[in-house]
């Protein structure tokens, strides 16, 4: 049976979490841009910031989680015709390397 892929977990709680101003105390160090040099955001813009947060401590967590990157993941393996899928919260290089090491 094919999900509703009108959904959209993590955009909503970027939403959410913007919507209520939050700021979380780990990495990145930005903090949506408020931690940003001035200088970077005069070259940047704050844009390129604000959707960069960590998601566990920031959309959803490892000791209670409200299930967003979960759902997320359940839509985009329906999408992709796969049993599951895993979404990377660690960045590409090491994301690359745990997928090589995962083959062998």
């Keep these: ?31 949506q841009a408020r931690g940003a040099a001035p200088s970077v955001r005069d070259v940047l813009g704050d844009a390129v910031f604000l959707g960069d947060m960590l998601a566990f401590g920031g959309l ?29 919260t660690c960045g590409s290089s090491l994301s690359v390397k745990a997928a090589r090491d995962e083959r062998s």
């Design 1 to 31: 049976m094919s999900e509703d892929h009108h959904e959209a977990p993590v955009l909503d709680a970027l939403a959410d979490y913007k919507a209520k101003g939050r700021l979380g105390f780990s990495p990145p160090g930005h903090k």
């Design 60 to 88: 959803d967590g490892r000791r209670r989680t409200s299930g967003v990157l979960r759902r997320a993941q359940e839509l985009m393996a329906d999408a992709v015709h796969a049993e599951h899928t895993f979404f990377s």
